[in-house]
């Protein structure tokens, strides 16, 4: 994204639109040896945040995608071929950033929902990602449950 001597890919709601994690594996790959050569050793990324607001600011396009179990089964994939090129991954942004309406670059964001529906559609990406192996978790929004 900030190197413009490197291959280009297409965002990663493209690469979840092609519902094969092995596409998603690849890219990891080379986005990882390719970095890897720059002396790069760690990338903040895969984000791991379902895209559900369409008023969302930020992630857009930078998720996986607005099914948890896909954008699950991509993180996975990601992390799994960055780890096979040699870099380390950190998930993003937790507790789940995809369904506020606010840029986190500007304020903090609040994920208004109920425990509940955190567990059946924010976390289980993280939950995915952490059982992959990531690096790093990295925070974001405040998440303010209901129950």
């Not at 979840?16 to 990338?43: C, D, F, K, M």
């Not at 396009?61 to 994939?77: H, K, L």
């Not at 304020?107 to 924010?122: A, D, F, G, I, K």
């Amino acid at each position: 994204m900030r190197l413009s001597a490197v291959e280009y890919f297409p965002h990663p709601m493209a690469f979840g639109a092609t519902h094969n994690p092995a596409y998603v594996e690849q890219w990891g790959e080379i986005v990882a040896e390719e970095s890897r050569s720059l002396g790069i050793a760690w990338n903040f990324f895969p984000i791991a945040d379902v895209q559900i607001n369409p008023k969302n600011p930020i992630i857009n396009t930078r998720s996986f995608g607005e099914d948890p179990t896909e954008v699950s089964a991509m993180v996975s994939a990601y992390i799994k071929g960055s780890h096979a090129g040699g870099m380390l991954t950190t998930l993003k942004h937790f507790p789940g950033h995809g369904d506020t309406d606010t840029d986190s670059h500007l304020q903090l964001s609040r994920v208004n929902t109920p425990m509940e529906r955190l567990n059946e559609v924010e976390l289980p990406p993280f939950e995915k990602g952490i059982a992959a192996g990531t690096d790093a978790v990295m925070d974001c929004a405040r998440s303010v449950s209901g129950d």
